[in-house]
């Protein structure tokens, strides 16, 4: 049974959730993981109940279950989502619409809820351009995938709800590792494009030189969600979890990988690689196209597995993070230089061998 006051996480096995729900066990916090399979993801000291977002506000718990949760929960964490790049829009909206609409109906019926903290992402923002404030939501500039617009169209529905339920949002950018160890527990677009480079199955990429790359530590994402769901919660507040300043241009993460390769896999230089050359998006969907009607396996799979993220690089942005810099000023975190983390990265997924696997099978973007 769950302890008062306990800590309720949807999407408690994901890339997030799972060092997420690691950080309150060391807190010393009653952890309740919601999972579709509660046998698969065991984690001592977290209960573990089988339910599913999509099934009624009761989140697909049995009756007695349910009833115990909405007594003793006091914050929720929704961090469930489907972040298929290339998911079709009535799945994304299926999950990450649905999913939060019932979430928030199981909220409405805890009467000792001190919090609910919503995890969504910064490319709400979708096709705009130009500085993105956290405040900021509304836009008619469309969207590069399904995912941006379910995200999208999930915050309207919680912005809507904060009125009647104590209710923050966390907008993340993309985790790439540990700023310390590199260590990648669930890849990214960023990561296969990181692989394709190395295997030279990455020609062309849409863009500029200095179109923005915001990606972020995955341990200063955690422990950043961590303090703004609990001791620094502010009801009504959206907060970017990202690079903000610090952000990369996009010939500049190319660079830095290259280097991270000449440096951890000197063998690598006689590869004679050329870095992928940046073009118009109307370019690269050329491309796009000449290779899924003519290229070979390996290149389709590059292409297949960036294509649905990629043309976000034409529509360059980056993401003021001031009210959640000041935010974690308080707490003593710090968010690591990103050209620091990306290296580290880098160099992890060189010394397991990952990023020097046959680049053919693509794999999926998380």
């Not at 995890?119 to 404030?133: C, D, E, F, P, W």
């Not at 063998?267 to 992928?276: D, F, G, L, M, V």
């Amino acid at each position: 049974m769950a302890p008062e006051g306990s800590v309720l996480i949807t999407g408690g096995t994901g890339a997030i959730g799972r060092p997420l729900v690691e950080s309150f066990l060391r807190d010393g916090a009653g952890v309740v993981v919601l999972a579709r399979d509660p046998l698969a993801e065991t984690v001592p000291g977290v209960q573990v109940v089988k339910g599913e977002i999509q099934q009624g506000d009761t989140l697909g718990l049995d009756p007695a279950t349910c009833a115990r949760l909405r007594r003793r929960v006091a914050t929720i964490i929704h961090a469930a989502a489907l972040t298929r790049f290339d998911a079709p829009i009535e799945a994304a909206r299926a999950v990450n619409v649905e999913g939060t609409r019932q979430v928030l109906g199981f909220a409405e019926r805890c009467p000792n809820l001190e919090r609910v903290c919503a995890l969504s992402t910064v490319y709400v923002a979708g096709k705009r351009t130009g500085r993105v404030l956290e405040g900021e939501l509304e836009h008619e500039r469309g969207f590069v995938n399904a995912y941006e617009h379910s995200k999208y169209d999930a915050e309207q529905l919680l912005r809507a709800s904060m009125s009647r339920l104590p209710i923050a949002v966390c907008r993340l950018s993309t985790a790439v590792g540990d700023s310390k160890t590199g260590t990648v527990h669930r890849l990214a677009a960023i990561h296969h494009a990181i692989r394709f480079l190395y295997h030279s199955l990455l020609p062309m990429l849409p863009g500029s030189a200095g179109s923005p790359v915001d990606l972020v530590a995955t341990d200063y994402a955690v422990a950043s969600i961590r303090y703004l769901s609990g001791e620094g919660f502010v009801p009504g507040r959206t907060w970017h979890v990202c690079a903000g300043a610090d952000a990369l241009g996009e010939a500049a993460v190319v660079d830095l990988a290259v280097e991270a390769f000449l440096r951890y896999r000197p063998a690598w230089r006689r590869r004679a690689i050329e870095k992928p050359a940046i073009v118009a998006l109307e370019t690269f969907e050329l491309f796009r196209r000449s290779v899924e009607a003519v290229a070979d396996p390996a290149l389709r799979a590059s292409v297949a597995v960036l294509a649905p993220f990629a043309p976000q690089l034409s529509f360059p942005k980056t993401f003021g993070d001031e009210q959640c810099q000041a935010a974690l000023a308080g707490a003593g975190i710090v968010r690591p230089p990103i050209r620091d983390t990306l290296m580290n990265v880098v160099q992890y997924l060189i010394e397991t061998n990952w990023v020097s696997r046959d680049g053919a099978d693509g794999g999926a973007a998380a």
